[in-house]
């Protein structure tokens, strides 16, 4: 079986905090695909943490750059004008029918098709024989944007919750119409797609899983009284919710410490929550760290908590499951497809702050609930979150749907 040549693209690439990409190309160039990787932004030095970003970040072609010089931008379109003319026309119409209403809406759309012109003759000049995009808002534009001028056929990953705050605004229906096939990364998730694509492409959403390599976590006992966040500081999180439960635990943990990994826009307004609340010498802000760095904070802390208020599936749950972490985290969205509660973590309503801290009360009451509750769900993600696994069954999506024969399956059958 031939592995198609592929480009990766997403908006900002590679980030701190996307990790979970990178372990995803990086499995589909074992297993044979050549993948350009391409991105719309220039990443932040802040996410450049570890040598896989940095390596990452030096390969990977950054497309607003080149679309702002305007020989380079000229070329291409001209190309295209002068190569396909009908097929420029359409991905014209294609962008302003597409694009959100208003003249704000116009304006980007017709942005984002100056950029896949730029997009689609690296593709045409590097070769690549299908396009895969993650994080389906404007960078999934730009890559429908660029199979249109290009014929180069795209898919992409959906992963929630946001895009489903604004599905007409990103036209989710038509980016899912003019796929290959989408990838999406829980049966919630994809239920969630189906409330918006039309029926006759609902044979071609997919489940596949974001994963991780659970042989990069070691299991270290777990027997202390830390807890650990890792995630964007941002509302969406739910880290005020934890503080305040961290706050109300005190009395009965005098010795709890907290550490918070990330960063993000509530940051400060989050350090001062936690003096109000007398926090300070129990609760620290480390900011981004490299993989290695969180894996070694998973391996010294005792009980993983996310409270976060919507999600997709976190990967970070995933990486402390490996680690065989028990998890507290709240019952929304895709999460239960990956915890089940009582047996591989603890979940809680989300905005909760009592029920969070009684749960954590749980699990610091008791080593042996921990261990139980932490070897569940190591258990759990290396049976259904490999990226090996996850990123075998991608490949076949993409391939087979090359050869005109794809699977009927959603979901990838055990073998």
């Known amino acids: 079986m031939s592995r198609p040549r592929l480009a990766y693209l997403t908006g900002e690439y590679p980030r701190a905090s996307d990790t979970f990409i990178q372990r995803e190309v990086a499995a589909l160039r074992a297993l044979g695909h050549e993948v350009l990787t391409c991105t719309i932004r220039t990443t932040g030095a802040e996410h450049l943490v570890g040598p896989e970003q940095r390596a990452e970040h030096a390969s990977t072609i950054r497309v607003l750059d080149s679309a702002k010089r305007p020989l380079r931008l000229a070329r291409a379109h001209l190309r295209?004008?002068?190569?396909?003319?009908?097929?420029?026309?359409?991905?014209?119409?294609?962008?302003?029918?597409?694009?959100?209403?208003?003249?704000r809406g116009r304006l980007y759309n017709l942005l984002y098709f100056l950029e896949a012109g730029v997009l689609a003759e690296v593709l045409r000049h590097e070769g690549v024989e299908h396009l895969h995009n993650h994080i389906a808002k404007a960078s999934c534009t730009v890559a429908m944007l660029a199979s249109a001028l290009s014929g180069v056929p795209y898919s992409f990953t959906i992963h929630g919750p946001d895009i489903f705050f604004e599905p007409h605004h990103w036209r989710i229906d038509e980016k899912t119409a003019r796929a290959r096939f989408v990838a999406c990364i829980s049966d919630y998730c994809r239920a969630q797609l189906m409330c918006f694509a039309s029926p006759a492409d609902w044979d071609r959403l997919h489940v596949v899983h974001c994963g991780i390599e659970p042989e990069r976590y070691s299991v270290a006992p777990h027997d202390g009284k830390r807890l650990l966040f890792v995630g964007r500081l941002a509302g969406v999180k739910g880290v005020p919710v934890l503080l305040d439960a961290v706050a109300a635990l005190r009395a009965r943990h005098a010795d709890l410490r907290l550490d918070l990994i990330g960063d993000g826009p509530d940051r400060a307004v989050l350090e001062a929550r936690a003096a109000t609340l007398g926090l300070t010498d129990a609760v620290r802000f480390l900011g981004y760290r490299s993989q290695d760095e969180v894996a070694g904070a998973l391996a010294g802390t005792d009980v993983f908590v996310l409270p976060s208020f919507a999600e997709g599936v976190p990967v970070v749950l995933m990486e402390?499951?490996?680690s065989g972490?028990?998890?507290?985290?709240?019952?929304?969205?895709?999460i239960p497809e990956?915890?089940?509660?009582?047996?591989?973590?603890?979940?809680v309503p989300p905005g909760d702050a009592p029920a969070l801290a009684a749960a954590l009360d749980?699990?610091?009451?008791?080593?042996?609930?921990?261990?139980?509750?932490?070897?569940?769900?190591?258990?759990?993600?290396?049976?259904?979150?490999?990226?090996?696994?996850e990123a075998a069954w991608l490949s076949r999506l993409i391939t087979t749907y090359a050869e005109g024969d794809p699977p009927p399956a959603k979901r990838a059958v055990p073998e």
């Not at 295209?80 to 003249?103: C, D, F, M, Q, S």
């Open 338 to 347: 990956l915890v089940a509660d009582g047996e591989s973590g603890l979940l």
């Open 320 to 322: 402390a499951m490996a």
């Open 80 to 103: 295209w004008i002068a190569t396909r003319p009908g097929g420029y026309l359409a991905a014209l119409r294609l962008a302003w029918t597409t694009a959100p209403k208003g003249l």
């Open 325 to 334: 972490v028990p998890v507290v985290t709240t019952r929304i969205a895709g």
């Open 362 to 389: 749980d699990l610091l009451a008791s080593a042996d609930r921990r261990r139980a509750l932490g070897a569940a769900g190591r258990a759990t993600v290396e049976a259904g979150f490999s990226v090996r696994t």
